[in-house]
Structures are given as C-alpha cells and as structure tokens.
C-alpha cells in the first residue's frame, strides 16, 4: 500500500476548497461575439480576490491574455503598472485592439462582456458585493500560495498555459507560474468552449492544465509535475 503524502493532499485540498467557494464561476463558456486580433494583457497575481474575479471574466469568454505575474516583491512586471496606470494596483488590463486600459475588477469585467461578449455580465461577476466576498473566502484557502516572489530567470519565448479559472489543478499552476513571475500566455478551454477542439488536436486529450514551454520543447499535464518543472527550470538561488 502507498503511503499518504500529506503534503500533496492538503495542496489538492485546499485548491479545491478555493474553488468551492466561486463555484463553476470562470467554468462554462459565454457568448463571444468576436476574438481580439491582438491578445490582452493581464497583469495580475493569483491569490489576488480582484485578480480572480477579472480572471473568472476571461475564462468563461474563453479569452486568451498575455499573463504578467505581479507577486508581492516583484521587480519585473509591477513598475510598468505604476508607470502606465499611475499606481500599483491589480488587476490591470490592456486592450491593444482598442487602446483601452484599466484597473478595477468590476470594471474590467464589464468591459470584456461589452466588446467580446454579448454585452450581460453574468450575475457572480455583476453582483460586486458578493463577487468580492466570495472571491475573498477563496483566496483565504492558499493565501500564501501565488502571492510572493520567487527569484527567477525570464523566459525568453512566452510560455503557454491551457487551463479554465475553477480547475484546483489548474490553480496550482498558475501559482507557480506567478510567484516565479513567468509571462505566459493563458489559453482559457472551459467547459463548451469553441476552443476545446483545436486544443485536443493539440495535446491529444482534453485534460488540463497543460504546460507548453517553446524555450525548452517541454509539453505536459499534471499540476505537480508542471510545478515541479517550473521550479527546476526557472527558479534560481537554490529554490
């Protein structure tokens, strides 16, 4: 008989608990009346409640954003905030198809469902109260997990994330990929995505998270088994 390890199933644990708390929020595919040319840009960090919520409002448009990772201590993404924006505040959006940016979860939520949507915001992300509460309750789970910095070397090539907002497992790779602030394109497949096809004609099954990396020709699934590799590849200074 195999051990237990603990450690592994208090991870799994509490991602799923977060997940219970915005339950199939981000899960299920909306309405998208059109796909920007150009890929937004999200710069955000995972155990943030309003990162979460913008977050949510991406995956269930099956959005695809160019991800900048802004953990507490971070020295990559975080000053270019401050310079565009004015503040350091997250979520912050970039629309180059539009030229429109902004902060404030709601907001942004808002606007994605007006340009790319069918213009309603579903009602976890139009209720504000509740979205942020709730959202709160499920960082409460993890909150130490995506939320600092890990030093680390910048890819060269934008690494690639297959993954919806709810799935515990895919939470656990998005954490690894913001504390070691690794830009990287997130490729939102929910359930009734139009994605979800040319995604399996990519991997091969529909499963996620599935790690692309160009830098180095790894592809995989497995939420520990990405972790572990991001951190043997890309962290530095003994992690």
Same mark, same amino acid.
């Given at each position: 008989?195999?051990?237990?390890?603990?450690?592994?199933?208090?991870?799994? $644990?509490?991602?799923?608990?977060? !997940?219970?708390?915005?339950?199939?929020?981000?899960?299920?595919?909306?309405?998208?009346?059109? $796909?920007? #040319?150009?890929? &937004?840009?999200?710069? #955000?960090?995972?155990?943030?409640?309003?990162?979460?919520?913008?977050? #949510?409002?991406? %995956?269930?448009?099956?959005?695809?954003?160019?991800?900048?990772?802004?953990?507490?201590?971070?020295?990559?993404?975080?000053?270019?905030?401050?310079?565009?924006?004015?503040? +350091?505040?997250?979520? +912050?959006?970039?629309?180059?198809?539009?030229?429109? !940016?902004?902060?404030?979860?709601?907001?942004?939520?808002? +606007? &994605?469902?007006?340009?790319?949507?069918?213009?309603?915001?579903?009602?976890?992300?139009?209720?504000?109260?509740?979205?942020?509460?709730? %959202?709160? &309750?499920?960082?409460?789970?993890?909150?130490?997990?995506?939320?600092?910095?890990?030093?680390?070397?910048?890819?060269?090539?934008?690494?690639?994330?297959?993954?919806?907002?709810?799935?515990?497992?895919?939470?656990?790779?998005?954490?690894?990929?913001?504390?070691?602030?690794?830009?990287?394109?997130?490729?939102?497949?929910?359930?009734? %995505?139009?994605?979800?096809?040319?995604?399996? !004609?990519?991997?091969?099954?529909?499963?996620?998270?599935?790690?692309?990396?160009?830098?180095?020709?790894?592809?995989?699934?497995?939420?520990?088994?990405?972790?572990?590799? &991001?951190?043997?590849?890309?962290? $530095?200074?003994?992690?």
């Amino acid at each position: 008989m195999r051990p237990v390890d603990f450690t592994r199933f208090w991870d799994l $644990t509490t991602a799923t608990a977060a !997940s219970a708390a915005r339950p199939n929020f981000g899960n299920v595919h909306f309405k998208r009346t059109k $796909t920007p #040319e150009q890929p &937004l840009e999200l710069y #955000e960090f995972e155990v943030c409640p309003y990162c979460r919520i913008a977050r #949510e409002a991406l %995956s269930a448009l099956s959005l695809d954003p160019i991800i900048y990772p802004c953990p507490k201590g971070s020295g990559r993404f975080r000053e270019k905030v401050k310079q565009e924006g004015g503040r +350091y505040q997250f979520p +912050y959006l970039v629309d180059p198809n539009t030229g429109v !940016s902004m902060y404030e979860s709601a907001d942004i939520a808002d +606007y &994605l469902f007006r340009q790319y949507g069918d213009g309603q915001t579903p009602w976890f992300l139009r209720q504000r109260g509740f979205a942020v509460s709730t %959202s709160m &309750l499920a960082s409460g789970f993890r909150p130490q997990r995506g939320r600092r910095a890990v030093p680390s070397r910048e890819p060269e090539k934008l690494l690639e994330l297959y993954s919806y907002e709810g799935s515990p497992f895919c939470r656990i790779a998005r954490e690894a990929l913001c504390e070691l602030e690794l830009p990287h394109q997130l490729r939102n497949v929910p359930r009734r %995505s139009p994605d979800r096809d040319a995604f399996v !004609s990519i991997s091969g099954k529909m499963q996620v998270p599935y790690l692309l990396d160009p830098n180095t020709g790894a592809q995989m699934f497995e939420s520990e088994a990405i972790r572990r590799y &991001l951190y043997e590849t890309y962290a $530095t200074n003994g992690h």
